[in-house]
């Protein structure tokens, strides 16, 4: 068996940040599922969901060393690396006649590398995987418009702007409606 079985999370991700391809190797084992799962939510097909796995699994190799160790959680943070990875690529696929900032060194560190507080929860996947039920009873005691515009806004990455004029309604109302969905959702998890 290998040694790096036995290495934690962070353990791996400082090994990686030292350019050890055996640890990235194990981190992609743990990892690579529920990351391809979660860019698949995301992605419009598997070949842009593949791609995105690969840029993550680049982007953790490269930048592995922006972690915090000692204050966020790998899984957020591999799971926000995912997420803000998938949600520009589905950004720049549809805004073809939009200016948007030149994909850059400059640009990944600050919108694709997750910065995380050390205010957030810390999670694994462990925790994830048994609170899993419980978010999905929350969700689904929203109303399929709450559910909408959650999706529109965290899965599809629109802004308010752009859900607004999907929606044709005004971005006031767009907040609103984000902000009601997202407090029932809260309430619906106390509760659940």
Request: glycine share 2%; with cysteine; net charge negative.
């Amino acid at each position: 068996m290998s040694k790096y079985k036995e290495f934690t999370d962070v353990e791996l991700l400082k090994s990686i940040s030292k350019f050890d391809s055996r640890a990235l190797e194990e981190l992609y084992d743990r990892y690579s599922c529920i990351l391809y799962t979660l860019t698949k939510k995301i992605a419009p097909d598997q070949e842009t969901t593949e791609n995105i796995l690969v840029d993550v699994f680049s982007i953790i190799w490269k930048k592995a060393e922006k972690l915090d160790f000692e204050k966020a959680s790998v899984f957020t943070w591999l799971i926000s690396l995912a997420r803000n990875k998938a949600i520009d690529v589905v950004r720049r696929s549809r805004s073809s006649e939009m200016k948007l900032d030149p994909y850059d060194d400059k640009y990944e560190n600050y919108f694709i590398v997750p910065t995380l507080s050390s205010e957030i929860d810390s999670l694994d996947l462990e925790s994830a995987v048994k609170f899993t039920p419980k978010v999905e009873r929350a969700l689904s005691k929203l109303t399929d418009a709450q559910k909408y515009v959650i999706h529109l806004a965290f899965y599809e990455g629109y802004t308010l702007d752009e859900i607004a004029d999907k929606l044709n309604i005004p971005i006031d109302t767009v907040r609103s409606k984000i902000l009601t969905a997202l407090n029932i959702f809260k309430d619906n998890l106390a509760v659940g």
